[in-house]
């Protein structure tokens, strides 16, 4: 069925007088007014989750970009009726079912309905966070927040939370658009920090990167994170004028985490090279991952705190992932050696199941935050409350009252349920692609994401008798061969999967991601995998097996289809 287009040209016109667009920015004289569209659009929302289908609509991409390709901006005004009905046939209808308990593949899931009326009273309200004058009881709700947050994380005294949850002069930590803002906000912070002001040198704030590098003959500052680090990490060291080579990305171990003898190697081999001339190469920070993206496991953070102090360096975990498991005691373990970071970022759209986005950084100086302090004559002047003068970002949207109406409503208890539900279907998830005969999981799970592909039994069992084969094989010539059989298989593989995957989304009765991991058995062959990410509340045992099941059916078709007679003959 072709999609309904609606053409708000033929819309009512209204005519563009003042008396018409003041109106449009007060309430309307008759509260029933108000509620009338109130209800119209919650109709809108309720009618997107329950309508039949797949989880994206059956339009292309070429045709959502013919509908959206009018280049002159509308003259005249319409009225909101009009608009409302565009936006159901051409947004709407059109939308990604991201909560649909069928929908595994992103780290973003189902939100609690409160949600939407809070976005509503963040409209209304409008509240500007960079400044007391614009956001008067909204500042004290953002700082009381992040007391909450950097408590749960860095666990110092009662008094100190005390003494500082509402200390205008100094910041714990920040809100931000999103994670990638919370790891820029802690490598600023991290590079300052490294070339500080020192006698005539004014620090690399107001010098610059050229004259901090000479000040303290340094050729080279790095950011060192594992494979698995978040992509942010290279846009942030552009952005502060590092370049993308400056991040250093140190293998990981089989379970996705970072290599420790790895990364010691390459601490060593910068202090060699230290050592051996004037000009040095100098760590700015050391980042540890605490819920990879790709594969949901954790760093030893514990040990990277050691390394960190053994190159006098800055330690930064990013926990967007993983840190909101912290909220819950048991957990804790998890992640040892979290408290003793220097920054830590921390997302709420993720797992505290707020719509997106909204990050945190928290620091575990309450002065760390001076690296970045600004001020201004008109807002932010030196002696205010404000927020804004601790802040990368300049104007922001009350963003906080999502997580703290959360705390709220779920309480530690309800967080409590939500994790290990997640927990219990993602290993219910795990024990289904291992007992199946046709399924090879390639990553251990941590926290709700796991990998996995389709290798149908008989391949497996050829590329396992060929990985023993390797591992007894005593003439090297033999070895080489053996590896490229695999090698082979493997390449077919990669190609069988990506049509899996492209077939998931045709079929699109589920979802599933896919990426590419280099960490598999079969190191350093890169494997194409799937990727599910099981968070959502809503989604069941009986769903996760309908999944597994078509997705198997999808596979072995494929495989009969195009891949047997290649498979057979490698």
């Known amino acids: 069925m072709k999609p309904q287009r609606i053409d708000i040209r033929k819309g009512a016109e209204v005519r563009a007088d003042l008396d018409h667009l003041q109106r449009l920015f007060i309430m309307p004289d008759s509260p029933d007014k108000f509620l009338e569209f109130g209800h119209e659009l919650l109709d809108l929302i309720h009618n997107f989750f329950k309508s039949k289908g797949g989880i994206h609509s059956e339009i292309s991409i070429q045709e959502l970009a013919k509908m959206f390709s009018i280049i002159d901006i ?118 300052n920090q490294a070339f500080p002001s020192d006698g005539r040198f004014p620090g690399i704030r107001k010098a610059g990167i050229y004259d901090a590098f000479r000040h303290y003959r340094t050729k080279r500052a790095v950011i060192l994170v594992s494979q698995r680090g978040h992509y942010s990490f290279e846009k942030v060291a552009r952005i502060i004028g590092l370049g993308n080579c400056s991040v250093i990305k140190v293998p990981v171990d089989d379970n996705d985490r970072i290599d420790m003898a790895r990364l010691r190697q390459v601490c060593r081999q910068i202090q060699d090279a230290n050592a051996a001339s004037e000009e040095k190469i100098k760590i700015i920070s050391l980042v540890g991952i605490a819920g990879t993206t790709e594969t949901g496991n954790i760093d030893d953070l514990l040990e990277m705190r050691r390394v960190a102090d ?61 690296y970045i302090k600004h001020t201004s004559n008109y807002i932010i002047r030196p002696d ?129 991601s896919r990426t590419t991991l280099e960490s598999t058995k079969y190191s350093p062959q890169k494997i194409v995998v799937l990727r599910s990410v099981t968070i959502n509340p809503l989604t069941t045992t009986e769903i996760l097996q309908e999944i597994v099941h078509e997705h198997n059916r999808l596979g072995e078709k494929i495989y009969r289809a195009d891949f047997a007679h290649r498979l057979e003959k490698l």
């Open 310 to 370: 053994e190159n006098k360096t800055f330690f930064h975990v990013d926990a967007a992932w993983g840190g909101s498991l912290l909220i819950v005691d048991k957990y804790r373990d998890m992640f040892k050696g979290i408290e003793d970071a220097d920054s830590v970022t921390f997302d709420a759209h993720k797992l505290m199941y707020s719509p997106l986005s909204m990050g945190m950084i928290l620091f575990r100086k309450e002065t760390a935050l001076n």
């Open 384 to 512: 205010s409350v404000d927020q804004g003068r601790f802040t990368v970002e300049g104007s922001r949207p009350f963003s906080c009252l999502k997580p703290w109406v959360t705390f709220k409503i779920f309480g530690v208890e309800g967080f409590s349920l939500l994790f290990e539900h997640a927990f219990e279907i993602t290993n219910t998830l795990k024990n289904l692609i291992d007992l199946h005969p046709n399924f090879e999981r390639t990553s251990n799970p941590e926290i709700f994401i796991m990998n996995y592909r389709f290798v149908p039994a008989r391949i497996q069992e050829k590329l396992n008798l060929l990985l023993a084969q390797v591992e007894s094989a005593k003439v090297t010539q033999e070895v080489v061969r053996l590896l490229k059989r695999i090698h082979a298989i493997n390449e077919t593989l990669n190609e069988l999967n990506i049509e899996l995957h492209r077939a998931i989304r045709q079929e699109d009765n589920s979802f599933v």
């Open 74 to 191: 509308p003259r005249h005004p319409y009225l909101l009726k009009d608009i409302l009905a565009e936006i159901k046939s051409k947004i709407i209808a059109h939308s990604v079912k991201v909560g649909n308990p069928y929908y595994i593949g992103h780290m973003t899931s189902a939100i609690p309905y409160f949600m939407i009326l809070l976005e509503m009273i963040i409209a209304a309200l409008n509240q500007n966070q960079v400044k007391i004058e614009t956001a008067k009881a909204s500042t004290f709700v953002e700082r009381e927040l992040i007391a909450w947050i950097h408590r749960l994380i860095f666990k110092r005294s009662v008094n100190f939370y005390r003494t500082h949850v509402q200390n205008h002069r100094i910041a714990l930590g920040n809100v931000t658009l999103d994670g990638t803002m919370a790891n820029l906000t802690a490598m600023l912070v991290a590079r």
